[in-house]
């Protein structure tokens, strides 16, 4: 049975998401867990509440082991961006574009 859990609207870039989405793809949700805690990079932080929040979800259905749950699927769409300015010489500006994601993770049983 599969649980899902969304983060929308997160403040970070979609590709440096996706390096950490990577990384954890198909592990255990333990495993994925102590992973995301002990990677120096602010997207782990971020991922690892999202997965923390979908195995929350599975413990709400009686019929989940929770020991069994493993990442089925995680992946990073992007979300709206920011548009910024940054002025530059001679009176022109440049664009500054703050991406934001919208993480989801799937977990199934083994």
């Known amino acids: 049975m599969e649980t899902r859990a969304v983060g929308k609207y997160i403040r970070i870039s979609p590709q440096k998401a996706r390096l950490v989405a990577d990384v954890v793809r198909g592990m255990n949700v333990d495993q994925a ?19 923390e929040s979908a195995v ?17 699927n995680i992946y ?18 440049t664009p500054i574009i703050k991406r934001s994601s919208h993480i989801t993770v799937i977990l199934d049983e083994n």
Do not use: E, H, Y
């Open 33 to 51: 867990i102590t992973t995301l805690k002990f990677m120096p990079k602010k997207a782990a932080v971020l991922v690892r509440q999202v997965v």
């Open 56 to 72: 929350a979800n599975a413990t709400q259905n009686d019929q989940v082991d929770v020991d069994s749950l493993f990442i089925k």
């Open 76 to 93: 990073i769409d992007g979300g709206p961006s920011l548009k910024r300015i940054r002025p530059r010489a001679m009176g022109r500006a």
